[in-house]
């Protein structure tokens, strides 16, 4: 038997997600040492559930801190480390891209109606929130009108802040009644 342990081998790129979130969940990581690089010992152990080897974490954090993810300083012989916007916007998608909407065992009988009307000079924004709203399987109803069964409150509450978007571009009305839902029904399997 040895004593090695062994680890997940996880794409590059699902460990510097993982430093992001970590990072971006403890705001900032201060370490009491004279390197920078004893926080790859910190992120280590923040990896408890998912553990990664030493060298990925190395590579993953070298990388974003090349791209210009994470910010190194050094103050009265601490070291902090934390996002920098462009590190704080890579995690922001990367939160958004891991929404999902739970199915409750039961449904309430409430549509949730998400209704945008976000300007031309905001297009792309507008066709992101398209895609993440087929993502979280919302029925299209009309081009800007869209259909949800099920409780999502928080996660378009996340969408509009992450968009920026102010009440008349976007918002949510609960409704349990919009006239005929056999196609609604069918899309989302209720009885």
């Known amino acids: 038997m040895t004593k090695y342990k062994y680890y997940l081998k996880k794409p590059k790129g699902e460990i510097a997600k993982d430093i992001l979130k970590v990072i971006a969940t403890t705001g900032v990581i201060t370490v009491a040492a004279t390197s920078p690089y004893f926080i790859i010992g910190v992120l280590r152990t923040a990896f408890r559930e998912r553990p990664h080897h030493e060298g990925s974490i190395r590579s993953a954090f070298y990388r974003l801190r090349k791209m210009g993810c994470i910010a190194i300083a050094e103050k009265n012989n601490q070291i902090y480390i934390s996002l920098t916007e462009e590190g704080r916007k890579q995690a922001g998608w990367q939160q958004i891209n891991d929404l999902m909407i739970k199915k409750p065992k039961k449904w309430d009988r409430l549509w949730r109606i998400l209704i945008f009307d976000i300007p031309n000079k905001k297009r792309a924004t507008r066709e992101a929130l398209r895609g993440l709203l087929k993502n979280l399987e919302f029925f299209q109803l009309q081009k800007s009108v869209w259909v949800h069964g099920y409780n999502c409150r928080d996660e378009i509450g996340l969408l509009k802040n992450f968009f920026n ?14 006239g005929k839902d056999r196609a609604l029904k069918k899309f989302f399997k209720i009885r």
């Open 165 to 178: 978007l102010s009440d008349n571009e976007m918002r949510m009305i609960v409704a349990d009644n919009i």
